[in-house]
């Protein structure tokens, strides 16, 4: 039997069943690519393996980057894309998900599809939006912001994690500069999306206060629910692949088993070691990235 023929017999369908007690999680990223290996899929990866997952990843787009900045986004077809979450579907349970750098209309519309079709065996999704840079450069033209606008407000995204100025374009509202503005916008994208919103601070220069939110919205009681988890600020320019590794381990714990409040919560935890860790890599001479590995043993064969 030819390979066409075997993926003819799979084509449609979702891979389905419960990971077996004692198993390592699979879960799954649709992001870019970072060949300097600090943010994207790499990053996501790296997460996933510290975190005791098993990583997987669908290509979206070929990001030529390193850590002084993006040369080049070669978007990959949506036909690709199809192609690749179809081929992970159809023969691996997925238990989790993360997505990351999407780009255009046909890549957002492939990959809500292809969320649909799980139906109420959708695992936990987690979308880091990726629609403005730490430098303020928009990655994503209107039509584009307005295809993921509508994908986060579908009900398929359990947690978006923006950052400040990403969350400020979602709710159409100036750039907060508090953290009281950054959780008013969080509660209102939440309750507009029906996605809990993990608030982040790290875009804040008032203080050196680094605490971040789990925002979500109870529709019958009309209220929002905010969970605080506390950080401080560390002093280096090595920050490269934060929000990467923020959603990619949110994704990994609640593909885990944990609810996402406590995923959340260890997620903070761990992102406040691989930034504290960060300046030990000596990676580039730019902004580095983050240490995804920082509480893993190994050994370097130095004797």
């Not at 023929?5 to 084509?11: E, N």
């Not at 192609?83 to 999407?102: N, R, Y």
């Not at 809990?196 to 605490?211: F, I, P, Q």
């Not at 885990?256 to 935890?269: E, I, L, T």
Request: hydrophobic share 40%; glycine share 10%; net charge negative.
């Amino acid at each position: 039997m030819n390979a066409n023929a075997r993926g003819s017999r799979t084509s449609g369908k979702r891979a389905s069943g419960k990971r077996e007690r004692g198993s390592r999680a699979r879960v799954l990223s649709i992001a870019g690519t970072d060949p300097s290996g600090g943010a994207g899929l790499m990053a996501d990866l790296r997460t996933m393996a510290a975190l005791g997952a098993y990583g997987m990843g669908v290509v979206t787009n070929a990001v030529a980057q390193n850590t002084q900045g993006v040369r080049a986004v070669l978007a990959v077809p949506s036909s690709s894309v199809r192609a690749q979450l179809e081929a992970v579907s159809d023969d691996v349970t997925i238990d989790g998900v993360k997505i990351g750098m999407l780009g255009g209309v046909e890549t957002i519309e492939t990959v809500r599809a292809w969320l649909e079709a799980f139906g109420s065996r959708r695992p936990p999704v987690v979308l880091d939006p990726v629609m403005i840079s730490t430098s303020g450069t928009r990655l994503l033209d209107e039509d584009a912001v307005f295809a993921l606008h509508k994908l986060l407000c579908s009900g398929l995204i359990d947690v978006v994690t923006p950052n400040i100025p990403e969350l400020a374009a979602l709710c159409e509202w100036a750039v907060p500069k508090d953290w009281e503005g950054v959780r008013e916008l969080a509660i209102e994208f939440a309750g507009e999306s029906g996605a809990k919103v993990y608030a982040k601070s790290g875009h804040l220069e008032s203080s050196d206060d680094r605490t971040d939110a789990l925002v979500s919205w109870d529709q019958a009681k009309s209220e929002a629910r905010i969970d605080e988890f506390a950080g401080t600020l560390v002093e280096t320019q090595n920050t490269h692949g934060t929000g990467c590794t923020l959603s990619s381990a949110l994704a990994t714990f609640a593909a885990q088993g944990s609810g996402w409040v406590k995923a959340a919560r260890r997620a903070k935890s761990f992102m406040n070691g691989a930034i504290a860790h960060a300046d030990e890599l000596h990676v580039g001479h730019g902004h580095g990235p983050i240490d995804q590995l920082w509480n893993t043993t190994y050994d370097v064969g130095n004797e």
